[in-house]
């Protein structure tokens, strides 16, 4: 008779096949890394295949993990919508939300908490990280939903909501920082849309520039903003009050979209009911 299958096991295996590493596994499931070992090597004792390529702390599916990687899924989300359809508690699940950082400090704060007091029995772990790496975690499941941006707020009927992009600098004015003729900015990295958005306005208005800090850190874009070394970019939300919004004779950025996207064409009942959440609060924020 054929063992039956642990669903902590499977829990195991399916967080280290999507992050790729044993130690990252072990922290997300809050386990050592060796009992994370213990417990692939006894789910590959009752599967009776070699799942994983491992070297090091790293590791990577075999054709049979791969193949046991679809069922593995398809398990935890029957377990997860089976809970919830016939529990008399509320949703269960847990979730792995991405967004980029702008967006979890202007809004996040009010979301998670409304959305707790509705399903405190679901768990969500936030994932911090720029749209176009976002895409990719969302592509190896490393995530479950993510918010992410569109480089126009018109491009597509699911925006969810519209939100401005805005210069920022310590001074309420581009003349009263005395940069001269080159404008030194603080700027994310070069393949974020809020870089490209701004380098791309400067071109088109024949404003000189350079770029005097780049980084995906927001908190490091306000402190250079703060220092007065340099100008900015970032969401009109997210800017701090001690900050100042500049106008011309700086040219005016784009709109982006912030859209919903998802790892799975199928999402759990726990997933489904973030996204809705959002979709319903963000708006009025």
Request: glycine share 6%; charged share 20%; aromatic share 6%.
């Amino acid at each position: 008779m054929q063992a039956p299958l642990d669903l902590r096991l499977v829990t195991t295996f399916v967080r280290a096949a999507q992050l790729g590493t044993l130690s990252a596994t072990a922290v997300q499931v809050g386990r050592t890394q060796s009992a994370v070992t213990m417990q692939i090597q006894r789910l590959e004792e009752v599967i009776g295949q070699s799942l994983f390529h491992r070297k090091g702390s790293g590791v990577s599916l075999t054709a049979s993990g791969a193949r046991f990687l679809v069922y593995a899924e398809r398990i935890l989300k029957l377990q997860d919508d089976a809970v919830s359809a016939l529990s008399d508690k509320g949703l269960h699940g847990s979730i792995i939300f991405g967004s980029p950082e702008d967006y979890l400090i202007a809004f996040f704060p009010t979301i998670l908490k409304t959305f707790g007091s509705l399903y405190p029995d679901v768990e969500i772990k936030v994932v911090s990280a720029p749209t176009v790496e976002l895409r990719g975690l969302l592509n190896s499941r490393q995530v479950d939903l993510a918010l992410v941006s569109t480089p126009n707020a018109t491009d597509s009927a699911d925006v969810v909501r519209p939100e401005p992009l805005v210069w920022v600098g310590s001074k309420p004015t581009l003349e009263l920082h005395d940069f001269g003729e080159t404008i030194p900015m603080a700027l994310p990295a070069s393949n974020a849309m809020d870089h490209r958005a701004a380098c791309d306005a400067m071109a088109r208005a024949g404003l000189r520039y350079k770029i005097s800090y780049a980084s995906n850190s927001l908190a490091g874009l306000i402190a250079v903003a703060r220092s007065g070394m340099a100008i900015s970019v970032m969401t009109k939300e997210a800017v701090p009050s001690d900050l100042y919004i500049l106008n011309a004779p700086l040219p005016q950025l784009s709109t982006l979209g912030m859209l919903i996207a998802y790892a799975d064409a199928e999402s759990s009942p726990a997933v489904e009911a973030f996204a809705d959440h959002i979709r319903r609060v963000l708006p009025t924020l």
